[in-house]
């Protein structure tokens, strides 16, 4: 079992930036794929960014691209969201993800991951 922990949402203005982290536990993440999903109310739930084991290969949402950067530190357990340049339609509750893959690649389906964190909220007023 891998136990997964946002940290870093928070109230921010327009234009502000916010680094998200997701703490793994239980498990080293060495061999797992994770990714950023966010959920606006309302709205679908949508993979914003997405990162393989290795950290070489991401997938970032058109929209965000240019804005948010994906990472992780496997050493830390850790997987990192670096978003600058918020906009209001940035806010949601965000979540992290972790799924277990035999190759080093990148997850794209919401279906496929296995493990789920609670959320973190991010607020962009505008």
């Known amino acids: 079992q891998v136990q997964l922990v946002e940290f870093g949402g928070r109230l921010v203005q327009a234009g502000g930036s916010l680094r998200l982290s997701c703490a793994a536990s239980?498990?080293?993440?060495?061999?797992?794929?994770m990714g950023w999903f966010r959920q606006a109310p309302g709205k679908e739930r949508e993979l914003v960014a997405a990162?393989?084991?290795?950290?070489?290969?991401?997938y970032l949402l058109d929209s965000v691209k240019g804005r948010f950067t994906i990472s992780r530190d496997n050493a830390k357990n850790t997987m990192f969201l670096q978003m600058n340049s918020l906009k209001p339609e940035d806010t949601a509750v965000y979540y992290c993800a972790a799924d277990y893959t035999l190759m080093p690649i990148v997850v794209l389906t919401s279906g496929e991951y296995d493990y789920w964190g609670q959320g973190t909220q991010v607020t962009v007023s505008s």
């Open positions: 239980g498990r080293t993440i060495t061999r797992y794929a």
């Open positions: 990162i393989n084991w290795s950290g070489d290969r991401t």
